[in-house]
């Protein structure tokens, strides 16, 4: 049992909000009236005969209206109305204008739910020519004919750039942040500065290395060693055997190079000089 | 004079033998024993003389036999006496002239005296060698032999600790004793003993490599049977990698280990460099192989031995890298060519190493115009040419061959770069700094005979080599001014001693300036030529013949004027009568033909533009006097690239008058835009046209110079703000990428800061650059956009106190720049780039933010950047920074740390060129007040260049500089006036003048055979020989 609510319980799923607000008038009164709980059922109960009652009010009023040639009822129609029906109307007015009524609000707007468009894939054919206009258009060329499944990606040039730019730039920040936390850092002002850290530099005895052999940018290395394989289609009658005399040469050259030969063994007799 | 000092030697070097064994990376101490064998020329005399420095000499015998004893004095261990307080430089250049004159070993002397006793007497008898044998050692080395240990964890092998010799001109004196001087040349053996991990590379041929008999070391026996001179020796350990060369299998390469693949990628042009030269010079390369070390930390690019070249590692390079190309090449092939000039065939004494030199850049220079281009090649003259001039109109003129004038002072190698600044009249630079300085206009003259005179030479050396075992024949092998042009003479019939005597023998250039009047009534160019400066500093007069080269409608006409007054007026009478209806196309000197638009000329001249000396024939200084129009011609349409730069300079010196005009503009841009411009023309005249457009920024209108032409030549097709992924296969279109940014980011709105469209658009270029389907690295172009960034920054608008200024002050263009550069700056941490080029970049840029006010002063950014085991580069440039700072607002702290960087760095490159960048931009100049200007200072670097660094001669003259870029050649302001007694001593200086030849008195005592011995102190040179004696060590 809930206690009185100025608004209906809400029953899940869609209300008509004309009910929703009887209902409320309803739960209004009973409030007014002295009670502080309701069974759901006997509002409910209550509520229907509210709305009985209204709508039989507004069918006689318009029946009224009606006879009398209009098609806006005007309040006499309402007072014939409720005459016909034996409601007095004495008590009306006052229960119009009694203190501490209770207010009820006004029903929220309810959001225009978006029509969801009918998936629509491709381009429709328009008639052709002797096809009348009026006549209903074609319906979805996947339907009928082959089309393919999958959406074209953006092929916009400045686009894709826009984005592997971004790209590029928001790891590249998120890395240079990652490390400005982590490790040691220079500041570029005398007070205390998060926004623009410096990474210290770590001595590296053999800077040679790192800096000779840069690790920024990843190239293959294979453009090489095709251009060497085209060479040698290109020059396959005799010549590969003349490359081969090369190489046997320049083996045999390395052999040669004094840097190369296998040391010697110390002299017996150590002679100095 | 050379003929007396050959005679006055009473010996000759035969042969020598170098053995070290005790090499030790751990301690850093060498122990070796040489032998020298003499061949006296005499039948007696008392003394031999030895250079040698900084070792421990333990032990000297004559004939292995007879021990004797000697004595050891170096002047560059204090050059000035202890009790002087003079500090002015005339003073320290005089004491180190005399010096360096007291043990230069051209006229016989050195530090080691070994005194021969009576008893020794029966040895010398004419042409009887006789045999010197020196047991020595050497213990950390200041200079000479440097040691390259870094401090990581593992062992010798894994560390790649090596270590290699090295000197400033002829040093070899400082790590074995010699005869340190080119002319006394022999043959050789060297024998090694090293670690069995490392390779030990020297000069000649590797004979064999033998255990030692505990197995754990090995011997290297080298033979060098072509004879040379001690400063060709050198030697260089390491546990190397070896590459022999697929090309020519006389060639080896060593590397550092893990550098192989970078080695194999830089050394396969090193073929074509010997394959030109071989052709040119038509004889085969002298020696039997040829070996190049790379190293690290090495003193300068490149040293050149004998049969072998010290490289430095930063010259090797990957295929991906383009800048580094050229200068690596162009090393390599000097290297070669010094094999050549330099160290096969040796020069006779200092005075001549302008040949020796100048024909190996000569060489070397051929072959870049072989392989980089006619208009690289030209360029690269022209540019030499600009600088010499420079430097002598700063500091005077330049003699090469300064041993033929006798009035002049004749300075030993060791003091001649220094001493330039302090002679009083005779200052003379030798190319010490400049090595260059004889080629350009060598060049000129020479161009076409000389392969011819130099092939000459070689066979001459050649057939010295054949008859070897007489020493007196080789002498062929030194090449001495008289010599070449003896033999220039024999093969070309040419007499070039005028020339030599012009420009040779006498330093400084000559300097034109030229104006002309067109005569439309007698059709005739009324040309005014005037030697307006004669008489300042590096310009002299110049008398015989000038060409000067006409462009006019018709073609152009080369006119050779004969130059005699100060000021000569000429009458040139013009070919082309003015038909400008006729639509003609125009002949240029080249042959070629083209149309102009000629509505910008004067409407009666027929001139277009005109040139004086354009081949550059001599060394001069031109000063063109032409209407802007006629600039405009010449940078459009004149062919030569010589022609172009000066029409740009002119241009540039028009936009700093203001006198701009838009018709200006539209060359510059024609030309930025001409494909078939060279490329450095292109990207001067975007340089130009940053400053036009600057100069007329009020009428400006349209989008920001050069903005459309990149767009055109680098944005996308269909979105031209995005640039395009890179792609460098067009050398051209790269370089002009690199500058156009950092042309445009010169630009300045009218109140004086960048405007807002080209700030956008640099950041649009840092956003967008993608070079992920490149073929090359890109690290060069992100060095330059970081550039870009540091000329887009001008001054702040408001200056706060240091102190308060946070990063919420920064205005947002300058946030932005700074998010840039902090980024790249700690992205590089972790994903170094080549060489670090744009750290180095970034750390400018910081540099230029403090110094416009938007960042504070501080110091310790760059100083951790200068400190020792970061990348030789990355510290050059934060010493650079560094040394920006102190004029301004520079700390006494920030002073001494640079000073201590320059007196105890352990790599000797960054203390010369700390001290090289802080003379280039000295914190103060001559008379200025300042605060870093005080006693401190003054007593600091006295000390540093008196007796903080008695091996380095190179750091010790650099030190020089700095003094006299700060206090000239006068005693310091704020040192106070010496006392009576001490002013007295200037002048009479402690030790007196040159005059007397020493050995001639030596001689005298010769004759009489004195038996009782004289201990060599009293000579005049040495009055303080008395200080360290016999044999115990001195450092």
Redesign the interface.
């Known amino acids: 049992m809930a206690a009185v609510p100025l608004v209906t319980v809400e029953t899940p799923g869609t209300v008509d909000p004309r009910r929703k607000t009887l209902g409320a008038a309803v739960a209004g009164m009973l409030q007014e009236a002295g009670f502080t709980a309701f069974e759901k059922a006997a509002l409910g109960t209550l509520t229907e005969m509210l709305q009985s009652l209204l709508s039989e009010i507004g069918r006689s009023t318009r029946a009224y209206a009606e006879l009398a040639y209009r098609t806006e009822p005007v309040s006499g129609d309402v007072v014939m109305a409720l005459v016909d029906m034996g409601i007095s109307m004495d008590g009306l007015q006052a229960f119009r204008s009694r203190p501490n009524r209770v207010v009820i609000t006004a029903p929220a707007q309810t959001v225009d739910m978006k029509q969801h468009n009918v998936l629509q894939v491709g381009d429709k054919k328009s008639h052709p020519a002797h096809i009348p206009e009026h006549l209903p258009s074609f319906p979805d060329t996947h339907t009928y004919c082959f089309s393919h499944t999958y959406k074209q990606p953006v092929t916009?040039?400045?686009a894709i750039?826009?984005k592997?730019?971004a790209q590029?730039?928001d790891i590249?920040?998120a890395?240079?942040k990652y490390?400005?936390k982590t490790?040691d850092t220079?500041?570029?002002?005398?007070?205390d500065?998060k926004?623009?850290?410096?990474?210290?530099?770590?001595?590296?005895?053999?800077?040679?290395?790192?800096?000779?052999?840069?690790?920024?940018?990843v190239?293959e290395e294979e453009?090489?060693r095709k251009t060497k394989k085209k060479r040698r289609i290109v020059n396959e009658e005799g010549e590969p055997i003349q490359e081969k005399d090369k190489l046997n040469e320049?083996q045999e050259?390395?052999l040669?190079?004094?840097?190369?030969?296998p040391?010697?063994?110390?002299?017996k007799v150590?002679t100095k000089? | 004079m050379k003929k007396d000092r050959e005679v006055q030697k009473p010996y000759k070097l035969s042969h020598q033998?170098l053995?070290l064994t005790g090499i030790n990376f751990v301690r850093q101490t060498v122990i070796g024993?040489t032998?020298l064998t003499l061949i006296p020329s005499k039948d007696s005399f008392r003394y031999i003389w030895l250079n040698c420095k900084q070792c421990c000499v333990y032990r000297v015998t004559l004939n292995d036999t007879l021990e004797v004893t000697f004595q050891y004095f170096d002047p560059f261990l204090e050059v000035c006496p202890q009790e002087s307080k003079q500090r002015n430089l005339e003073f320290l250049n005089k004491s180190q002239t005399t010096g360096a004159l007291s043990v230069d070993p051209e006229i016989g002397r050195g530090e080691l005296v070994i005194i021969v006793p009576s008893e020794a007497q029966h040895m010398i008898q004419e042409g009887k060698p006789l045999r010197v044998g020196v047991e020595f050692s050497l213990e950390k080395p200041q200079s000479g032999l440097h040691f390259v240990v870094?401090?990581?964890e593992g062992t010798l092998g894994e560390?790649?600790a090596h270590c290699f010799t090295y000197g400033h001109e002829n040093s070899a004196r400082l790590w074995f004793p010699c005869i340190d001087t080119w002319s006394e040349v022999c043959t050789w053996r060297l024998?090694f003993t090293v670690d069995?991990f490392m390779?030990a590379v020297s000069c000649g041929?590797?004979?064999?490599?033998?255990?030692?008999?505990d197995?754990r070391r090995?011997t290297f026996h080298y033979h060098l049977t072509t004879p040379t001179c001690a400063p060709n020796i050198a030697l260089a350990v390491g546990p190397f990698e070896?590459y022999?060369d697929?090309f020519m299998?006389e060639i080896?390469h060593f590397c550092?280990p893990?550098?192989l693949p970078?080695m194999k990628a830089t050394s396969k042009y090193l073929h074509e460099a010997f394959e030109f030269y071989e052709e040119l010079l038509s004889t085969r390369y002298p020696y039997a192989c040829y070996k190049q070390v790379y190293v690290?930390e090495a003193y300068s690019d490149l040293h050149s031995y004998a049969t072998m070249s010290i490289l430095d590692?930063?010259l090797?390079?990957?295929?991906?890298i383009i800048d580094q190309v050229y200068q690596t090449r162009k090393t390599m092939a000097l290297c070669v060519a010094q094999q050549f000039f330099g160290c096969f065939l040796s020069r006779q004494a200092w005075s001549d190493a302008w040949l020796t030199t100048g024909i190996a850049h000569y060489l070397m220079s051929l072959y870049v115009k072989k392989h980089f281009g006619f208009n690289d090649y030209k360029d690269w003259i022209h540019h030499e040419l600009q600088e010499i001039i420079e430097y002598e109109e700063r500091f005077g003129g330049i003699v090469l061959d300064p041993s033929s004038s006798p009035n002049e002072p004749q300075n030993g190698p060791n003091v001649s770069s220094g001493s330039t600044h302090s002679g009083s009249k005779d200052t003379f630079y030798f190319s010490v700094k400049n090595p260059h300085a004889c080629s350009p206009h060598y060049i000129g003259v020479y161009y076409k005979k000389a392969h011819l005179v130099f092939n000459k030479h070689l066979s001459l050396a050649l057939i010295a080599v054949t008859n070897k075992g007489h020493p007196a024949g080789w002498s062929h092998m030194l090449v001495s001014t008289e010599t070449f042009t003896k033999a220039i003479f024999t093969v070309t019939g040419k007499d070039i001693t005028v020339f030599c005597d012009q420009w040779v023998r006498q330093g400084g250039h000559a300097k034109f300036n030229m104006k002309f009047l067109f005569n439309r009534k007698r059709n005739i160019v009324e040309m005014t030529i005037e030697q307006g400066y004669i008489g300042e500093l590096g310009i002299r007069r110049y008398v015989g013949p000038l060409v000067v080269w006409i462009q006019e409608l018709d073609g152009t006409f080369k006119h050779t004027l004969q130059i005699e007054h100060q000021v000569s007026k000429k009458e040139i009478v013009c070919h082309s009568k003015s038909r400008r209806n006729k639509k003609k196309k125009i002949p240029l000197c080249t042959g070629e033909e083209v149309d102009m638009d000629l509505s910008h000329l004067d409407a009666d001249s027929p001139v277009l533009w005109l040139r004086l000396d354009p081949d550059m024939t001599m060394m001069r200084a031109v000063e063109v006097e032409q209407p802007d129009n006629q600039w405009q011609y010449q940078l459009r349409h004149e062919r030569d690239v010589t022609a172009q730069t000066e029409a740009i300079n002119a241009l540039h010196r028009l936009a700093r008058l203001g006198a701009v005009t838009s018709e200006m503009r539209n060359t510059l841009n024609a030309v930025l835009e001409n494909e078939q411009c060279f490329y450095k023309i292109r990207c001067r005249s975007a340089h130009c046209l940053t400053q036009v457009a600057n100069a007329m920024v009020a009428n400006w209108n349209g989008p920001p110079a050069m903005m459309q032409i990149f767009r055109k030549m680098f944005g996308?097709?269909?979105?031209p703000n995005?640039i395009r992924q890179h792609d460098f296969t067009s050398l051209q279109n790269y370089y002009i990428l690199k500058t156009l940014p950092v042309a445009m980011a010169g630009l300045r709105n009218t109140h004086k800061s960048c405007p807002q469209e080209v700030l956008g658009f640099l950041m649009d270029l840092f956003?967008?650059s993608?070079?992920s389907k490149n073929?090359y690295?890109?690290?060069y172009y992100r060095a330059s956009l970081m550039d870009a960034l540091a000329a887009a920054i001008s001054p702040a608008p408001v200056q706060h106190d240091?102190?308060?200024?946070?990063?919420d002050t920064l205005t947002e263009n300058i946030r932005r720049v700074?998010?840039e550069v902090?980024?790249y700056?700690?992205?590089e941490?972790?994903?170094?780039?080549?060489?670090?080029t744009v750290t180095a970049s970034c750390l400018h840029a910081?540099r230029v933010l403090q110094k416009n006010g938007h960042?504070?002063t501080?110091s310790?950014?760059f100083k951790?950047?200068a400190?020792?085991?970061?990348?030789?580069?990355v510290r050059v440039s934060a010493v650079e920074q560094l040394v920006d700072m102190l004029s301004k607002d520079g700390h006494r702290e920030d002073m001494d740390y640079l000073l201590t960087l320059a007196e105890t760095d352990p790599v000797p490159r960054i203390r010369y060129l700390t001290l090289y960048s802080l003379a280039k931009n000295p914190p103060f100049l001559m008379g200025q007040s300042h605060k870093l200007d005080n006693e401190h200072l003054v007593e600091r670097l006295w000390n540093l260049m008196n007796s903080g660094q008695a091996c380095d001669s190179l750091v010790r003259c650099a030190v020089m500089d700095l003094y006299y870029a700060m206090y000239g050649r006068r005693r310091p302001a704020c040192i106070p006036a010496s006392e009576p007694a001490l002013v007295l001593n200037l002048r009479k200086p402690p030790h007196p003048p040159i005059l007397p030849p020493p050995v001639i008195q030596i001689k005298e005592e010769d004759v009489v055979p004195v038996v009782k011995q004289e201990p060599p102190s009293e000579d005049p040179f040495d009055p303080k020989n008395e200080v360290k004696i016999e044999t115990q060590s001195f450092q």
């Open positions: 916009e040039y400045e750039r826009e592997a730019a590029k730039r590249e920040r890395l240079t490390s400005a490790s220079q500041n570029l002002f005398f007070t500065d926004e623009f850290l410096l990474v210290s530099v770590a001595p590296h005895p053999k800077s040679y290395l790192d800096a000779l052999m840069p690790r920024d940018q190239f453009e090489e320049s050259g390395e040669d190079n004094p840097y190369l030969r040391v010697k063994m110390p002299r150590k000089k | 033998i053995s024993y032998e870094p401090s990581t560390k790649a024998e069995d390779t041929d590797l004979q064999e490599v033998v255990y030692t008999q197995m090995k070896i022999v697929p299998n080896t550092l893990q550098l970078l690290d590692v930063n090797l390079c990957s295929n991906r996308a097709f269909s979105c995005i956003k967008y993608d070079n073929r690295s890109d690290n240091p102190s308060t200024i946070t990063s700074l998010t902090t980024r700056l700690n992205l941490k972790m994903l170094p780039c080549y060489k670090y910081i960042l504070p501080k310790d950014i951790a950047y400190a020792y085991p970061q990348y030789i580069d």
